[in-house]
């Protein structure tokens, strides 16, 4: 081979290897180009998925609030009834949520309330009960028993829960709690009282 042809040879790869690094360099920006398309698009995806599961939650919220209302309907009329059948007279009955405040500030939200001159049982209504209702109820019983106490009031104070869904084990914890538990029986709401079960008093 002439020093010629060594040269041209020489040449040829070089531009051959040139245009191979062109190529290359033109693949891998478009493969960085699709990549960030699909990266822009992905976001665009979860960002819509996140936004109608906000539109899910918030809509299934209203609806458990009005289902809500709905249990405290059917728990409210019959429930001074279903406690005198295990031993306790009520007469006087508050049916509808309130808010009880102290110095401007709320202490606690009662969904029904019973009481007498001796006693007061503290409802909270769910439409699902779940382990942190339970927690949370009990917080709101020691609230209440600083309140009445700062009033003077010493009536010894009981609990209930009543939910239209109500799992076994959330009602045991309901009862380890020391509170009466309350659950659908077909279109009414029954106290479930099993035997050796102790309520507590705050």
């Known amino acids: 081979m002439t020093m010629e042809k060594m040269w041209e040879y ?20 478009e493969e960085h180009r699709l990549r960030k398309e699909e990266l822009a698009e ?22 458990g609030i009005r289902f809500g209302e709905v249990v405290e309907h059917l728990v409210a009329p019959g429930i001074r009834d279903s406690f005198e059948g295990h031993g306790f007279l009520f007469d006087m009955k508050s049916a509808r949520r309130r808010k009880i405040k102290e110095g401007g500030k709320v202490v606690a ?7 007498n001159d001796e ?24 609230r209440l028993r600083g309140y009445f106490d700062r009033r003077g009031d010493g009536r010894r ?16 914890a309901a009862r380890k709690a020391g509170f009466f ?19 507590r008093a705050w």
């Open 10 to 29: 020489f040449h040829a790869n070089v531009e051959r290897s040139e245009r191979e690094r062109e190529e290359d360099r033109k693949l891998r920006e």
């Open 42 to 63: 992905l976001r665009e995806i979860v960002a819509e998925n996140t936004r109608r599961a906000e539109k899910i939650d918030e809509g299934m919220g209203k609806l």
């Open 109 to 115: 939200e009662v969904d029904l309330l019973l009481e």
């Open 119 to 142: 006693e007061m049982m503290i409802v909270e209504v769910k439409a699902r009960v779940s382990s942190d209702d339970v927690r949370e109820h009990a917080a709101r019983m020691e």
């Open 157 to 172: 104070l009981m609990g209930a829960i009543a939910g239209a869904v109500f799992w076994a084990g959330d009602r045991i």
């Open 181 to 199: 538990t309350i659950t659908q029986s077909g279109d009414t709401m029954e106290i479930d009282v099993p035997e050796g079960f102790e309520p």
